[in-house]
C-alpha cells in the first residue's frame, strides 16, 4: 500500500484498525490450520513409511514367487491358471475430509480370493500357484492401500504450502503495510491537530490585540 494513496482522515483510520484486526483474526485461524495441518501430515507420513516398506516386501516376494512357480509349473501353466480368474478387484473411490482437505477414501474387494475363487482347478496345479496368487493378491492390497496414503500426503502437503504462503502474506506484507498505513495516518492527524491549535491560538491572539 503507497502511503501518498493513503487519505489522512479518522474514517480511513477506523477502517483501517477493522482491516488490521480482521487480518490478524485470520493470520491466527491460518497459524492454528498450518499447524494443526502438519501434525496430520507427520501421522500420514509414518503411514507412509509402514506402506512403502509393505509394498517393497510384497513386491519382492511376489516376483520371487512367480520366478519360482514358472520354474515349477512352466510359463504357460501359470498363464492359465492367472486367465482362470472371472472375478476382477473392485476398486471404489471415496472421499474424506482432513481439516478441510478432500483426500482419498479408497475401498476394495474381490482382491484377496481364495482356491475356488481363482478359477483354476485343484487339481493338475501345485501349492507354489496357490502361494504366488497370494502373494500377488497381497501385492495389490498393499499398491491400494500405497496409493491412497501417497494421494493424501500429497494433498496435505500441497495445503500446507498454501496455507504458509498465505500466513506468510499475512504476517509479513498484509499486516505491516496497513500498521504503517495507519501509523501514518495517525502522524498525519496529530499533526493536523496541532497545525488547528497555532492556528487558533493565532486567531485568538489577533482577535485580543484589537
Not at 510384497?58 to 512367480?66: D, S, V
Request: proline content about 2%; overall charge positive.
Amino acid at each position: 500500500m503507497a502511503l501518498k494513496d493513503v487519505k489522512p482522515t479518522r474514517s480511513e483510520l477506523i477502517d483501517l484498525k477493522r482491516k488490521i484486526k480482521l487480518s490478524e483474526r485470520g493470520y491466527n485461524i491460518l497459524k492454528m490450520k498450518r499447524d494443526g495441518l502438519i501434525l496430520e501430515f507427520f501421522k500420514v507420513l509414518e503411514d507412509a513409511k509402514e506402506s512403502r516398506g509393505a509394498l517393497a516386501e510384497g513386491y519382492e516376494r511376489a516376483t520371487g514367487m512367480i520366478a519360482m512357480a514358472n520354474t515349477v509349473e512352466g510359463s504357460i501353466r501359470v498363464k492359465a491358471a492367472a486367465m482362470a480368474v472371472k472375478e476382477k478387484p473392485q476398486i471404489t473411490l471415496k472421499e474424506k475430509n482432513i481439516m478441510g482437505v478432500v483426500v482419498p477414501d479408497i475401498e476394495s474387494s474381490a482382491v484377496r480370493k481364495n482356491v475356488t475363487q481363482r478359477g483354476y482347478g485343484v487339481l493338475g496345479t501345485s501349492a507354489v500357484i496357490d502361494d504366488t496368487a497370494s502373494s500377488f493378491e497381497d501385492l495389490v492390497d498393499a499398491i491400494i492401500q500405497a496409493a491412497e496414503i501417497e494421494t493424501t500426503m500429497k494433498r496435505l502437503l500441497d495445503e500446507i504450502e498454501s496455507t504458509k504462503r498465505r500466513v506468510n502474506a499475512l504476517e509479513f506484507k498484509v499486516i505491516p503495510e496497513l500498521s504503517e498505513a495507519r501509523d501514518f495516518i495517525k502522524m498525519r492527524l496529530d499533526e493536523m491537530e496541532r497545525d488547528e491549535i497555532v492556528r487558533l491560538k493565532k486567531i485568538r491572539a489577533k482577535t485580543q490585540a484589537k
